[in-house]
């Protein structure tokens, strides 16, 4: 069976830290990664999505960037955090034996930047 | 970014009450989705719909594809303490999937 893994669960960083949250997927191949952030309270929004290695969409301008260097594996980085960077990371996959329209999500990274 | 309707926006129901909840889009979907999400973790998929005008039930929950393909509902029969949560409705576009806004359920004893 398919399952996702993020970490840190946790993570807590002073303003101007750089930032590295890792996604890894197991048990399927040539999955679409994706990565959410949540506000508190709020809804989800998308900020990457990569359908291959190397290959990574950017939805929201912003200071975070993506990178995929391995099939299963998704990280999401920061040179320089800022305030507006806390909230609740979610990594989500799509495609390989189930449904390809259908997204699992991880259990998420809370980050809170102080 | 695009996002869906979701209504209502929150609910607080007695334990044992049937709840209803929708999602309206201006966009046309050939997919919506379904996610439930408790506090502190990430969102779990519940029901995924495929066809204009399909009905599909999961246990307690049934969820419909609305014609128009522009809308979705979901209905929850006899709710539980457990039911708690929020509850988001998703539409896929292409590679992504574009979430509503979601609906907050609480459940009173």
């Known amino acids: 069976s398919q399952t996702i893994h993020q970490w840190p669960a946790t993570l807590v960083q002073p303003v101007g830290s750089p930032l590295s949250l890792e996604c890894t997927v197991e048990?399927?191949?040539?999955?679409?990664l994706y990565w959410y952030r949540q506000a508190a309270g709020r809804g989800l929004q998308l900020l990457f999505y990569s359908v291959g290695i190397g290959q990574i969409s950017s939805e929201v301008p912003q200071n975070l960037s993506a990178s995929r260097p391995q099939d299963r594996q998704f990280i999401l980085s920061s040179k320089k955090l800022l305030l507006s960077d806390s909230g609740f990371y979610l990594c989500a996959w799509t495609g390989g034996a189930v449904s390809a329209y259908e997204q699992y999500f991880g259990p998420g990274t809370r980050l809170t930047v102080t | 970014g695009q996002q869906l309707n979701q209504s209502p926006q929150s609910m607080f129901i007695q334990e044992g009450e049937d709840v209803s909840m929708n999602c309206t889009s201006s966009?046309?979907?050939?997919?919506w989705l379904w996610y439930k999400q408790d506090p502190g973790e990430g969102p779990v998929l519940l029901i995924a719909l495929y066809k204009a005008g399909e009905l599909t039930s999961n246990g307690r929950l049934t969820a419909q594809f609305g014609i128009t393909r522009k809308d979705s509902f979901l209905n929850i029969s006899a709710s539980i303490p457990s039911d708690v949560g929020i509850y988001f409705c998703?539409?896929?576009?292409?590679?992504?999937?574009?979430f509503g806004t979601g609906t907050r359920l609480q459940v009173f004893p």
């Open positions: 048990g399927t191949s040539n999955p679409n």
């Open positions: 966009s046309i979907f050939n997919t």
């Open positions: 998703a539409g896929r576009s292409v590679h992504k999937l574009i």
